[in-house]
């Protein structure tokens, strides 16, 4: 069985904070897609990265930065500088096929604030 | 990133009526495509899962008489919400996956709002 644990329910942060979202899964497959995909109020799910289980390097992109340990089962966000417009729920995701379904942990809803 | 829309984005409509949710891969062919609801406040559920040409596979729990879910082409999905009732009320997400570039990711649509009176 495959489960994903996201804590934090709520995180409110003010503006130009940084903010760290945590992710941990439980799979026993050994070839697994950890996911990140937010949500803004409007409610359509945007990608925002996708990692297999065979590639632990970090990944930066603009201000937001991933940390994909498996020594933890660990996927957590990073959010450098946070802005107003990062306010939404994100959700961590994994699948254990390429075209299989997607368990969803619970989401942290993220406020970001002036 | 690969596009998906959703038609239409709110629905009201009074209980016992039939509801039909489309849902379009606009950029890339979508193999499978997965239908979700998601109630406030709370995570997606998955309903089912549909192949191109093939019969949904519905999730424990999920009446497939009353989700009608049809895949009849590469680019298009449709959810069938058959004689509705308050319960139904919901947000209705669907996403697709496909080949190439896109093989592995879901990538969702902009949601469905029904309100059934």
């Known amino acids: 069985a495959q489960k994903v644990t996201q804590a934090q329910t709520e995180i409110s942060v003010v503006e130009k904070e940084d903010v760290t979202l945590d992710c941990v899964y439980e799979?026993?497959?050994?070839?697994?897609?950890l996911f990140w995909y937010k949500q803004p109020p409007s409610g359509e799910l945007v990608f925002l990265i996708r990692?297999?289980?065979?590639?632990?390097q970090n990944e930066i992109s603009g201000r937001y930065s991933w940390n994909f340990q498996k020594s933890t089962s660990s996927f957590n966000f990073t959010i450098t500088a946070s802005q107003v417009v990062d306010s939404a729920v994100y959700f961590c995701a994994l699948t254990t096929g390429t075209a299989s379904k997607l368990t969803f942990g619970t989401g942290t809803r993220l406020q970001v604030t002036l | 990133g690969a596009v998906v829309s959703q038609h239409p984005s709110r629905v009201i409509c009074k209980s016992g009526t039939s509801v039909k949710i489309e849902c379009r891969s606009l950029d890339f062919q979508a193999t499978t495509m997965f239908w979700y609801r998601q109630f406030p406040k709370q995570s997606l559920m998955l309903m089912a899962t549909s192949n191109e040409g093939s019969k949904a596979t519905y999730e424990q729990g999920v009446e497939k008489d009353k989700f009608l879910i049809n895949h009849a082409s590469l680019t298009l999905s449709t959810l069938t919400v058959t004689s509705a009732h308050p319960e139904d009320s919901s947000f209705y997400i669907c996403?697709?996956?496909?080949?190439?570039?896109?093989?592995?990711?879901?990538?969702f649509g902009p949601g469905t709002r029904l309100l059934v009176l």
């Open positions: 799979t026993r497959d050994t070839t697994y897609y």
């Open positions: 990692r297999n289980s065979f590639d632990e």
């Open positions: 996403s697709g996956t496909g080949s190439g570039d896109v093989r592995g990711t879901q990538y």
